[in-house]
């Protein structure tokens, strides 16, 4: 197909880019042309095997950003990797697929201002994306889901799996222990995730056990078409807009092998460069807080100063544990590269062996308030009550104001979560110590308050953003996160979890043996890095609340520009952000085909 005017303009071909391409594209009359600035090398064999997601982190199908050192982290800059390559994150992530919390969907609509955006809308919208792996009696008792009262079922384009060995002890030790702890999820989370532990899915496609992703899943198998062109090393420079009051946009300018072309569009232009990017894209386009771009030589178009703002991530922390001798890790594939050979086989030959496994089998979702002391609720509502947001009327107070009141309501709420719990069946962030066997829990505190930002630094297209997301600026997030990590002791200790460690309990790092909240804050600080689930940034609210985009998602001031991806997402999901994205972009593409079919 050549042509230089498309209906649709997608800009940056990942998670989101490409479910709204593919499903545009479902309709022959419609030319949708997707601009990606990476290239598709998801055939690479480090993106195929589950096991190799942490080799990508830093290589060339990574943006490779880093934070502004953060005061509260030590005055560590950490990395917030994101995909350069067509599929975006979905191609190089941890695979992990779980959904969100529905009482965090429904403060989209009920708290934030988003009609028509809550659970009951957004929830079918899981099911659109994924497709549930078959599980039959014996293998739902292996994976410890043999208590679920209900199963999603669901038929959409990505394939899902358990991934690795499903029979690994973990499963059915994590959720006997939370079973006895009463807090074991009745039924699959994508059903009613409300809390407690669960065996989580994986974008591994069950059959061949590869790596599934949005290009896999969404662009791949629909490649013939001729009316989807996918350009990829093509980098969007601007968006260029038309009008007065209320702006077109007309088409982008984008820089394909150091050449500068422009492309026009006659219905929309489709916003999905990631958190990190489509406010990049924005301010290069004169969108965003005019002050601020003036500062920059770049002439204001629309004046939006929440642009780039808002920026949430999930913090995630460890503690390794010294695992029995027997348990199956991911250890001796690091130490050893005779046991790396013989899994290379199995899985070249038979689709089996360790690198089918990502390193993450289970999951929790999980309120702190029943887990600690009368005291520490006590100190813990203090906390909250003592760092209310800024009073007045302004749009910034008012979102602040908002965010609080659903923490309020939620985050000391016994029966919400406030932290997702897994396991890693590994080392994480730390080297394996030769002849022996780690298992590693994890913390995201869920809903953190803090909220950062991330903006151009200079009007140069490579350039990279500045990204501050202010890690644990409210102090109640610190504590909380604190509290959360005091749990994981008492996990370690819970029968039948505690029977896969070593005894004594070892710590791989001793200043992870936390014995009190001070031990555990430090920990926080000096040990905590990004979970790469950064969103927010030109976030669906109201105008006066700063908003970005409004309910339909369309960039307020414009008439046909709207943002698809996780920088339009309000408030963060419970745990891992991919599911979310996947569902927001298939509801994105729903709302775009209405609104084109009333016309
Ligand atoms: C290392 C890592 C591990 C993660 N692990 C998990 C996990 O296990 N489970 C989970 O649920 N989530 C995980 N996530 C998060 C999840 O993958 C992301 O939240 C989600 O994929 C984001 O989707 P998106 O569409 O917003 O952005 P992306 O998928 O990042 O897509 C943005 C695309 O735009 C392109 N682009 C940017 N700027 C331009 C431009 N100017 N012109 C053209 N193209 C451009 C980028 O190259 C990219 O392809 C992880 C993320 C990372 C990075």
Redesign the pocket.
């Known amino acids: 197909m050549s042509s230089d005017t498309y209906d649709f303009i997608v800009?940056?071909?990942?998670?989101?880019?490409l479910v709204v391409a593919s499903r545009l594209s479902e309709d022959p009359r419609q030319r949708v042309l997707v601009?990606?600035?990476?290239a598709d090398t998801n055939s690479d064999p480090r993106i195929k095997i589950p096991a190799s997601?942490v080799s990508?982190?830093g290589t060339d199908m990574?943006?490779g950003f880093r934070t502004e050192p953060q005061p509260l982290l030590g005055g560590r800059s950490i990395g917030v990797?994101?995909?350069?390559?067509?599929?975006?994150?979905?191609s190089?992530?941890?695979?992990?697929?779980?959904p969100c919390n529905p009482a965090v969907i429904d403060h989209w609509n009920s708290s934030l201002g988003n009609s028509g955006w809550d659970w009951e809308t957004f929830s079918p919208y899981y099911a659109k994306a994924y497709t549930t792996p078959p599980v039959d009696d014996s293998l739902a008792v292996k994976l410890g889901i043999d208590g679920w009262t209900g199963h999603s079922s669901a038929h959409g384009p990505l394939p899902t799996s358990f991934p690795g060995n499903p029979s690994h002890p973990i499963r059915k030790a994590w959720a006997d222990t939370f079973r006895a702890n009463g807090h074991y999820q009745t039924q699959d989370p994508f059903i009613d995730g409300a809390q407690g532990s669960f065996s989580c899915l994986a974008t591994v496609d069950p059959v061949t056990k590869e790596r599934t992703s949005?290009a896999t899943a969404y662009y791949h198998p629909n490649r013939a078409r001729k009316n989807l062109h996918v350009l990829t090393n093509?980098?969007?420079?601007r968006i260029r807009f038309d009008g007065e009051d209320q702006k077109r946009a007309t088409g982008v300018v984008?820089n394909y092998n150091g050449e500068h072309r422009e492309v026009t569009c006659s219905k929309e232009v489709i916003l999905?460069?990631?958190?990190l990017?489509s406010p990049?894209?924005l301010e290069l386009s004169g969108v965003g807080n005019t002050k601020f771009l003036g500062k920059h030589g770049i002439e204001p178009v629309i004046d939006l100063p929440g642009v780039g703002e808002n920026l949430f991530d999930h913090l995630v922390n460890t503690t390794s544990f010294g695992a029995v001798d027997d348990l199956e890790t991911l250890d001796p594939l690091i130490l050893d590269p005779s046991v790396g050979e013989q899994a290379a086989k199995d899985f070249a030959e038979r689709q089996t062996g360790l690198l089918t496994s990502?390193g993450?089998y289970t999951y929790a979702y999980l309120p702190i308030m029943e887990h600690i002391s009368g005291e520490g609720q006590k100190r813990l509502k203090k906390l909250l009550q003592d760092n209310p947001p800024a009073p007045g009327d302004g749009p910034d107070q008012i979102r602040a104001q908002a965010y609080y009141k659903i923490a309020e309501r939620g985050l000391l709420d016994p029966k919400q979560a406030s932290g997702a719990y897994l396991s890693f069946i590994g080392p994480w962030g730390g080297p394996p110590e030769p002849g022996s066997r780690t298992l590693t829990l994890c913390v995201m505190l869920s809903q953190p308050l803090s909220r950062g930002s991330v903006h151009i630094g200079s009007k140069d297209?490579s350039a990279a953003p500045i990204v501050d997301p202010n890690y644990l600026s409210n102090p109640l997030d610190l504590d909380l996160f604190a509290e959360h990590m005091l749990y994981i002791e008492t996990l370690a200790r819970s029968a039948p979890l505690t029977d896969l460690l070593k005894h004594p309990i070892i710590h791989r790092d001793p200043a992870s043996d936390l014995t009190d909240l001070e031990t555990a804050r430090k920990w926080v600080q000096k040990n905590s890095n990004s979970?790469?689930?950064?969103?927010g940034s030109c976030a669906m609210l109201p105008r006066q609340m700063n908003g970005v985009v409004d309910s339909t998602l369309k960039v307020y001031g414009t008439t046909n520009l709207r943002i698809v991806?996780?920088?339009a997402i309000p408030l963060m999901s419970t745990a891992?952000?991919?599911?979310t994205?996947f569902a927001f972009?298939e509801r994105a593409a729903d709302l775009i085909k209405e609104a084109w079919s009333q016309k």
Do not use: P
């Open positions: 800009v940056g071909g990942g998670t989101a880019g601009l990606e600035a990476g997601w990508l982190q990574d943006w990797s994101q995909g350069k390559i067509l599929g975006g994150s979905s190089i992530n941890a695979q992990v697929f779980v949005a093509a980098t969007v420079e984008y999905a460069a990631g958190a990017q990049k894209v990502m993450v297209i979970m790469w689930h950064l969103g991806d996780s920088s891992n952000l991919q599911a994205v972009a």
